[in-house]
């Protein structure tokens, strides 16, 4: 009794072929794609960068928001610089542009300016009144509840009263936007404008730097996630 072989026809050996080679280069992609990542050196962190700063910063859980309200940072806007201006009128004559001033009596109220808000990048036209004026407001970018839970509960009245109306810790943002930050750090908000995070991250580890502010680990996970693709960026200085 003699049996018959099938051949397997030529056109689906070829296609075998093809998927096994198509499946050899996906893998060996993935191999050496592997092979970077580990093989790529850390960021470097030079001294006088974020990096560097965040790599001093303490790092540990938050503590808790028991005793947290407002008025431990003082009246909000005092004039802490004896300027004879209030803070909120600081901040918007150092980030607007095209700026009017009253006339009646209060030359440090901004009355009208142009804004280009670094945390959506848009342009916002600024005109002071009730219903108008929270298109700007100003941020803390370290906001006061999560510098209460990471050093300054334990501070004293001035220090924190000084906290709040740092110009280093302050800027003027869209309103919106403020108000969708709340008091989340870095691991849980960041600008949606991609381009000005390394800014942003590198003036918040310089504030908690200044004022010798911890970090969680989240914080300085995500925070380090951002300056990876700005590793020069620098510390700002007010």
């Known amino acids: 009794m003699s049996t018959t072989s099938r051949r397997v026809p030529r056109r689906t050996v070829?296609?075998?072929?093809?998927?096994?080679?198509?499946?050899?280069?996906?893998?060996?992609?993935?191999?050496?794609?592997?092979?970077?990542?580990?093989?790529?050196?850390?960021?470097?962190?030079?001294?006088?960068?974020a990096l560097a700063a965040l790599a001093r910063l303490d790092v540990k859980g938050p503590g808790p928001d028991t005793g947290y309200e407002r008025a431990e940072f003082g009246s909000a806007w005092a004039d802490v610089d004896d300027n004879g201006c209030d803070t909120r009128n600081d901040v918007l004559a150092r980030d607007l542009t095209d700026l009017t001033f009253s006339t009646r009596g209060e030359p440090c109220e901004v009355r009208t300016g142009t804004?280009?808000?670094?945390?959506?990048?848009?342009?916002?036209?600024?005109?002071?009144?009730?219903?108008?004026?929270?298109?700007v407001?100003?941020?803390?970018?370290?906001?006061?509840?999560?510098?209460?839970?990471?050093?300054?509960?334990s501070w004293d009245a001035q220090t924190r009263t000084r906290f709040a109306n740092d110009p280093l810790n302050l800027l003027a943002a869209d309103g919106p936007s403020?108000?969708?930050?709340?008091?989340?750090?870095?691991?849980?908000?960041?600008?949606?404008?991609?381009?000005?995070?390394?800014?942003?991250?590198?003036?918040?580890?310089?504030v908690k730097a200044e004022y010798g502010l911890s970090v969680t680990p989240s914080e300085a996970e995500a925070m380090e996630r951002v300056l990876a693709d700005c590793p020069a960026e620098p510390i700002p200085a007010g």
């Open 115 to 135: 804004f280009l808000d670094p945390y959506t990048g848009e342009t916002i036209e600024f005109r002071r009144g009730n219903a108008t004026s929270a298109a």
């Open 178 to 206: 403020n108000q969708s930050k709340g008091a989340r750090d870095a691991s849980a908000w960041l600008p949606p404008n991609h381009a000005f995070r390394c800014p942003y991250v590198a003036r918040q580890i310089a």
């Open 14 to 49: 070829l296609r075998y072929v093809l998927v096994a080679l198509a499946l050899l280069i996906v893998l060996a992609n993935v191999l050496d794609e592997e092979s970077a990542a580990v093989d790529a050196p850390e960021p470097v962190a030079t001294e006088g960068t």
């Open 137 to 153: 407001q100003i941020d803390h970018v370290v906001p006061l509840l999560d510098a209460w839970r990471k050093g300054a509960r």
